[in-house]
């Protein structure tokens, strides 16, 4: 009973991690229809960013001993401008002009996380480099299950993150735009809504909660390196899918649902095929239901 | 200005096959005077690939590398073309359209032989250059005559290169080598053609975005699948294979894919498949059996990334799963995109290119995955089907087909 | 017998019921119109007949064989062709070969020939194509022959997708508003092209269209759809007429 309990906290923490990230590919896939592949790697690049911006601040208080929780806020927002601008630059100077061209933008997308990962391995080098926690780790035990303060870190800072989202998206005038846009493209701009602000707005918040994940990321997978996207972006391209991509609260559920996937897998078959049963997963989701539990229908009219 | 035009108008007079062959003149003569004339302008090697890796490794052998080029490639090449312009002329009006793609093989075949001649190096760069073609067509029936979207082509290539590697090492005995080369390339494409199911029978209700998705799970399952199956070395990978891919081999399954894509494309079968690109509905409605042909088009397209992944293997004699990711598939992409949609002219572009583009590159190492993707930005930039989407050359083009059109379009 | 019948048709998506009890018998030769208010249900009928979607309920027989099950290229080469209420042309491509495409059915070369481009295929693709040719000149389209289908003028590609129907050789031909966007000049020389193509191709129509004119002059039987319900049937003076006809078009307010 305890393993399961222990098992079930690993697994919410790492759903919520994949959450952060899957909103991500939701978000930009309902606005624009487009799969951002490079998604993965403005992941990566958030959790670099927040380990430069982690020494910077400690660099710049020098002698004077700062909190680590006031560090631990002040890299994550470092890290989500710096993340939001790179991605943002990307949308505008790749995407964008291409946007009408449907197949062009998935390659650019392909192109543009390649070359995230490399540029980032040309700055960083080829070590991984060894993340310095910013939450001091206490375990507590509590019915037989321990856990620990960084988990439990995950866990609040992702759902209060996800609250934050659910406000923008129900409550203000940018959100119903948002909602408004993936429903029906053609008619939200004749009514004033500028949806190329829009979807700088949906990029920017896509990219911050990426960045937040990899420094979240970081804390409970302490190495980092210029491919640790690749496969964590697509688990959460997976949960994106699986929940119903293009659709908020499926990017969510779908995050926790691969995260106790995952968890459960590992337990019962040998630790190698973790990732091909993330990848069966998708496969059957997908052929059984492609648009995922929450999903936008296709629909073509004849 | 008005030189420069008259130098362009004089240039593009002569007919590319006379070039070809000055070319391959050019390369013949360079068997003889190429390392006197190499050491008398201070080079340190004969240049393997026209002084590109010699000028990188030191910047200041730049002058000398431009004079051998100009020695031994361009002015023989331009004199020798000059020469055979009339005799070219000739044998082009006599020659029948299907004799004369004919005359352009043998002809390429011949210069391949000569420039390539015993260095290893140019050797493995011709080889490359034919397996990348063969991926590069086969991707482009699917993603440029069939509209579809597949991002998981190393996948099936992975197939084809371990399915015949375990012929040839395990299975076949080794003395038999280049007689069973071709039988365990063809089991190597017929295990991918069969993986090609996996994609091509959801393609029947599923397209676009989410097809790309399980084309991408796809080439993942089959890669992870590969690294858990310890017999065939997993992650670590296979090795032993015999060196049998060489220019020969690799040229003629080239020209065999170039020949039955394009007979493909070209026949009534292939028009059902440009229907499915343009409107799948409307296909069907005008009795094209879309089923069948997303079957075929899927099938034959992995087929031959089978192919070509069985020359890879017998090429560089190692391969392990990390070869067959997205990354690989991204660079199939990349030259599909690069040298045009739907264009077989192409496909012989875009492999061509980024062949040579990568091995310039090479020395960068990690920054030529930097560039590439930003060229790959700036080329779709300016020419968002590639350079030549949608055309071809006018060798490829029968001539009943040229009768009906009676232009290069297509 | 009828060349085309249907029986209790009825179709629902999901909860929503878009065709209910809809019953036909077709005789060869005929020419008869259905028209009804825009979502009627009235594409979704022949979407039913072609196969595109597979009724809820009802039969439907094509020449004494059952249709439903079918898929829409198997439907087709049985001799039920359409046009399209939105123009479903092959945009990149000729006009050429988008009537070439449409005889893929009646090719009889096999894969085979085709991969290694025998004779056998090559005459069969000259015959073919010269077929599309002339098929372009009955619609004075042959000047556009090489031209990409989607620069045309508008009404010239409705006539292309008339003619690339027809080269399917159906014995039924359905036509989704062919006079949509239409003036009234190009709409008399529509009429003649379909009274034309009748009798030349020896073909039974069945249109939806939206054009009183062009119904009322030329079906001798129309029905009348509402809410997916036929609520009239009968010769054009008859329909003209008949007042859940024009309640249905108009509204209560009619008297």
């Not at chain 1, 609250?163 to 029906?184: H, P």
């Not at chain 2, 005077?33 to 004969?46: E, K, R």
């Not at chain 3, 004779?119 to 000259?126: A, G, I, R």
Request: glycine residues 8%; proline residues 4%; contains cysteine.
């Amino acid at each position: 009973m305890t393993y399961i309990l222990q098992q079930l906290i690993n697994a919410i923490q790492l759903g919520s991690i994949y959450a952060l990230i899957a909103l991500g590919y939701s978000m930009v896939y309902g606005v624009l229809r487009f799969i951002n592949f490079a998604h993965g790697d403005i992941f990566m690049v958030g959790a670099f960013l927040s380990y430069f911006a982690a020494v910077l601040i400690r660099r710049l208080a020098g002698a004077t001993a700062i909190p680590t929780a006031l560090i631990f806020v002040g890299s994550m927002l470092l890290a989500m401008l710096g993340t939001a601008l790179i991605a943002l630059s990307i949308e505008r100077i790749a995407y964008r002009p291409l946007r009408r061209y449907r197949l062009s933008v998935v390659i650019t997308a392909l192109g543009m996380g390649v070359f995230l990962e490399h540029m980032t391995l040309v700055i960083v080098g080829p070590w991984r480099i060894s993340f310095h926690p910013l939450i001091t780790e206490t375990v507590y035990k509590v019915a037989g299950v321990s856990i620990s303060t960084t988990q439990l870190v995950i866990i609040f800072v992702s759902i209060l993150l996800m609250l934050i989202l659910e406000f923008i998206v129900r409550q203000t005038k940018q959100g119903m735009a948002m909602r408004a846009i993936s429903y029906d493209r053609e008619a939200v701009p004749l009514m004033g809504v500028n949806v190329d602000h829009i979807v700088t707005l949906t990029f920017a918040i896509a990219s911050c909660l990426a960045a937040a994940g990899g420094l979240l990321y970081a804390h409970a997978y302490p190495i980092i390196e210029p491919y640790m996207g690749i496969m964590v972006g697509w688990k959460a391209f997976i949960s994106a899918v699986v929940g119903g991509i293009g659709v908020i609260r499926g990017a969510m559920l779908g995050g926790y649902i691969l995260g106790f996937v995952e968890i459960a897998a590992g337990a019962i078959f040998p630790s190698r095929m973790r990732d091909l049963i993330s990848f069966v997963v998708l496969m059957i989701v997908l052929l059984a239901k492609p648009t995922g539990i929450f999903g936008l229908p296709l629909r073509q009219k004849v | 200005m008005a030189q420069w035009q008259k130098m362009r108008s004089h240039l593009s007079a002569i007919p590319v096959l006379a070039y070809l062959l000055g070319f391959g003149i050019a390369s013949a003569i360079e068997l003889f005077i190429g390392y006197p004339v190499a050491s008398l302008l201070g080079l340190p090697t004969m240049p393997t690939l026209f002084g590109i890796i010699l000028v990188q490794q030191s910047l200041a052998l730049l002058p000398s590398a431009i004079a051998y080029d100009l020695l031994i490639y361009l002015v023989p090449t331009y004199i020798a073309a000059r020469l055979l312009t009339p005799l070219v002329q000739k044998l082009l009006q006599k020659v029948s359209s299907q004799r004369l793609m004919l005359v352009y093989v043998l002809a390429l075949f011949l210069v391949a032989l000569l420039w390539g001649g015993f260095h290893e190096y140019r050797t493995m760069i011709l080889c490359l250059m034919g397996i990348n073609f063969i991926l590069c067509i086969s991707l482009n029936l699917v993603n440029g005559y069939m509209g579809e979207f597949s991002v998981g082509h190393a996948g099936f290539m992975g197939v084809g290169a371990y399915i015949a590697s375990i012929l040839t090492v395990w299975v076949f005995p080794r003395s038999l080598g280049h007689l069973v080369f071709p039988l365990a390339l063809l089991a190597g494409g017929a295990g991918a053609a069969i993986a090609g199911l996996l994609v091509a029978i959801p393609s029947f209700k599923i397209r676009g975005d989410y097809l790309a998705i399980i084309t991408l799970a796809t080439n993942f399952i089959i890669k992870n699948g590969i690294e858990n199956i310890e017999r065939i070395g997993g992650s670590r990978g296979f090795m032993g294979m015999a060196k049998l891919t060489n220019v020969p081999w690799v040229f003629f399954w080239s020209v065999l894919t170039l020949v039955l894509i394009r007979n493909f494309v070209l026949s009534p079968y292939g028009r059902g498949v440009i229907a499915i690109r343009e409107d799948e509905i409307a296909a069907e409605a005008m009795t094209v059996n879309t089923r069948r042909m997303k079957i075929i088009a899927f099938c034959t397209s992995s087929f031959f990334a089978g192919i070509a992944g069985g020359l890879f293997a017998h090429l560089l004699l190692y391969i392990n799963p990390s070869t067959f990711t997205l990354l690989k598939s991204t660079e199939c992409l990349v030259m599909v995109y690069l040298g045009g949609m739907a264009s077989i002219s192409g496909s012989l572009v875009g492999a061509a290119t980024f062949t040579i583009l990568l091995e310039m590159l090479r020395p960068l190492e990690v920054w030529k995955w930097v560039l590439i993707p930003l060229l790959l930005l700036v080329m779709l930039l300016r020419r968002h089907t590639g350079l030549m989407g949608f055309r071809e050359f006018q060798f490829l083009i029968p001539r009943e087909e040229a009768e009906v059109y009676g232009s290069t379009s297509h | 017998m009828a060349l085309l019948h249907i029986n209790g048709l009825t179709h629902y998506f999901g909860g929503l019921r878009a065709v209910y009890d809809f019953n036909l018998a077709l005789e060869e030769g005929e020419l008869i119109g259905l028209i009804g208010p825009n979502g009627a249900g009235k594409t979704t009928v022949f979407n039913l007949i072609t196969g595109i979607y597979r009724p809820t309920k009802g039969t439907i027989q094509f020449n004494g064989q059952n249709l439903v099950g079918l898929q829409p290229h198997q439907i087709a080469a049985r001799g039920i062709c359409r046009t399209f209420q939105t123009i479903r042309l092959f945009n990149n491509v000729s006009v050429l070969d988008n009537v070439r495409i449409a005889f893929y059915s009646q090719v009889r070369s096999s894969l085979l020939d085709a991969f290694f481009r025998m004779p056998h295929l090559v005459s069969e693709d000259k015959a073919l194509t010269r077929e599309a040719y002339r098929l372009l000149e009955i619609f004075n389209l042959e000047r556009y022959a090489h031209e990409l289908a989607m620069n045309l003028p508008y009404g010239e590609q409705k006539r292309v997708e008339i003619a690339r129907a027809l080269a399917t050789k159906p014995r039924l031909l359905l036509l989704d508003e062919p006079a949509a966007g239409m003036n009234p000049g190009e709409i008399d020389r529509l009429m003649d092209l379909i009274q034309r193509i009748r009798q030349e191709f020896g073909l039974t129509i069945f249109l939806i269209e939206h054009q009183m004119r062009l119904v009322m002059r030329i079906c001798r039987h129309i029905k009348v759809m509402d809410f997916g319900e036929t609520i009239a049937e009968g010769t054009p003076e008859e329909i003209r007429t008949n007042p859940r006809v024009l309640q249905a078009y108009l509204g209560e307010e009619v008297e």
